[in-house]
Structure formats: structure tokens, C-alpha cells
């Protein structure tokens, strides 16, 4: 209760307190259910990418990750409609902002933040927040690790540092093939999109960032979707740079409409796309397979 001016106002903050004590209660028990180290957070819009975000998560648990958390910026029926899975927690969001603009990253950097919270009372000590588009990709010496991600973790076990910050490269078609002809449309996934610019992964300049948060640091402020704000970056929040040729994103924004755009699709530009099927042949079969065992074991209704 609030007086102000012989005006009085009331505030009711009973759904408040029952949503927070409902959240508390599932994480008691997913903390209590599943040893959680390390994990990767999406914030994403749209039923219709439920699809993508099921095959996001199979890739990621595929390769190592502990727990993937999905953050579901669309109304809420009870978490009926979605793949319920061990590893996977589906967060209802929805605050109908909507994809693109200030609004939209301020919106993912809230999903971020609230998930950190969440992360330290699991106890867990990684994070990685990136996109549905976006696939972590290590080098192929982690393969034949139990565990290839918490190989490539291992090694900043006793790190200071508040994250491993990592460059990210696009992946998409060559729209001057017919690829649908190789790869039969039901057995797809973003893998199959293997074409790149021709670059040296090694010298690939930095221009758009992710982190892998170090959740036990006392450090992490200035943080933004694509990890410690430039203003802080190794100053009040000191970060490791990862070489792309040992570890990186690679993104698949939009892969069908190519790795350039209309204006840069001319003969020149198609002479300086490449193949890379790094991924592909190291994770593609074992990725179809996990997802049709996924999709028989439940359909959303």
C-alpha cells in the first residue's frame, strides 16, 4: 500500500510471488535430479521454430553440454506443445516484444541476465548464451573425449577470467547449386549448410562476439547478448580471446538465402565461397539419428 497526496494505491502481488515460488521449486528439484557444470541459454521467438530449437538442443547435449535452456518469447499453454526432454528446460517468456530492433536485445540481454541467476543456485560454472542459429564448434582433437565440451573446459577449470569470449563465422547454401539434390529434404539439418567465404579461421577478422560466462566470477558486469561490453573488456571484466581455428560459432543465419546477400551473389563473390565439411562429417549422422530417436519418443500436439 501506497499514500500519496490522499491518493491511495494497492498493489497485488500474488501471481508475482506464486510464479517465483513455482520457479524455485523446479529448480530445487532439477538441482537435486541432474549434475548441471556447464549449459547454453537461447532466448528465441516462434512455435514454428520449435523444430530448430529441438535440433539447437540435440546438438548440444549431443556434444557435451550438461542442460540446454530455451527462453519461449510466446504465450504459454502449460508447456504442452513442447518436446519434453531431461536435458532440456523450456522457459516460458513471453513478453510479446517483438524480433529485431533495441527492444528485441534488450529483451535476450533480460533472458541472459535472469538466467545467470538461475545458473549460480544450480551450482553450475559455464554458461554459453547464443542463438538457436548459432552452433558451438571446437576442434576436432576433443572428438575423441568422453565428453568433447568439458575437454575443451577443462583447461580453464582454475581461470579467473569471467569468460571465454568466441568469434563467430557464417555458414549458408551456395545459391548456385542445387544442394536439395545431395541431401534429401526429411533427413536435413543446419549442418547440411556447409558453404563459407573463403577464409583463414586462424586470422578471421572479430566482429561479432559470444561468451562462455564463468558463472562463479565476481566479475561479470557489462555484459550484453554478445558478451562483456566493449567499454569493459579486459579492464573491470577480463575475458580470454579463443582462436577460431580452436573454437568458435558458427552461425547459420538465414542459410538458405546464402552465405552473401543479393547484392554480393555475382560470379566474383560465388569464386570466393568455399566448402567446409568439418562439421558436417564429424556430427551429421549421429545428429539425424539422436533426432529421430527424439521425435518418436513424443510429438507436440
Given at each position: ?14 501471481n ?29 521467438n ?10 539447437w ?5 549431443l ?6 535452456f ?35 536485445g534488450?529483451f ?15 551450482g ?46 557464417a ?9 536439395d ?20 579461421d ?31 573488456r ?68
Amino acid at each position: 500500500m501506497k499514500e500519496e497526496s490522499n491518493i491511495s494505491y494497492s498493489y497485488d502481488v500474488t501471481n508475482l510471488l506464486d510464479c517465483h515460488d513455482q520457479e524455485q521449486m523446479y529448480l530445487d528439484a532439477l538441482r537435486n535430479k541432474r549434475n548441471i557444470t556447464n549449459g547454453v541459454i537461447a532466448v528465441f521467438n516462434g512455435y514454428e521454430n520449435r523444430e530448430r530449437a529441438l535440433e539447437w538442443a540435440t546438438y548440444h547435449n549431443l556434444v557435451g553440454f550438461d542442460h540446454i535452456f530455451l527462453y519461449f518469447n510466446e504465450p504459454w499453454p502449460n508447456g504442452m506443445d513442447e518436446y519434453k526432454r531431461d536435458y532440456i528446460t523450456w522457459v516460458p517468456f513471453a513478453a510479446k516484444v517483438i524480433n529485431g530492433g533495441l527492444s528485441w536485445g534488450i529483451f535476450r540481454i533480460a533472458g541472459m541476465m535472469d538466467m545467470f541467476w538461475n545458473a549460480r543456485f544450480l551450482g553450475m560454472k559455464w554458461l554459453l548464451n547464443i542463438d538457436i542459429d548459432e552452433y558451438f564448434w571446437f576442434d576436432f582433437k576433443y572428438d575423441n573425449a568422453t565428453n568433447p565440451v568439458k575437454s575443451y573446459l577443462h583447461a580453464f577449470q582454475n581461470s579467473s577470467k569471467v569468460g571465454i569470449h568466441l568469434n563467430s563465422i557464417a555458414y549458408g547454401a551456395n545459391r548456385s547449386i542445387d544442394y536439395d539434390q545431395y541431401v534429401p529434404r526429411e533427413n536435413c539439418t543446419i549442418l547440411d549448410n556447409v558453404f563459407r567465404q573463403k577464409i583463414d579461421d586462424r586470422r578471421v577478422q572479430w566482429d561479432r562476439l559470444k561468451m562462455i560466462a564463468n558463472i562463479e566470477s565476481d566479475q561479470l558486469q557489462g555484459l550484453t547478448h554478445h558478451g562483456c561490453h566493449k567499454g569493459f573488456r579486459n579492464k573491470v571484466c577480463p575475458t580470454y580471446r579463443e582462436l577460431p581455428s580452436i573454437a568458435r560459432i558458427n552461425h547459420y543465419k538465414k542459410p538458405e538465402h546464402g552465405v552473401f546477400n543479393k547484392t554480393k551473389e555475382t560470379v566474383q563473390g560465388l569464386d570466393q565461397i568455399e566448402s567446409d565439411f568439418n562439421l558436417f562429417n564429424r556430427y551429421k549422422l549421429q545428429l539425424e539419428q539422436n533426432l529421430r530417436m527424439e521425435r518418436r519418443l513424443s510429438i507436440p500436439s
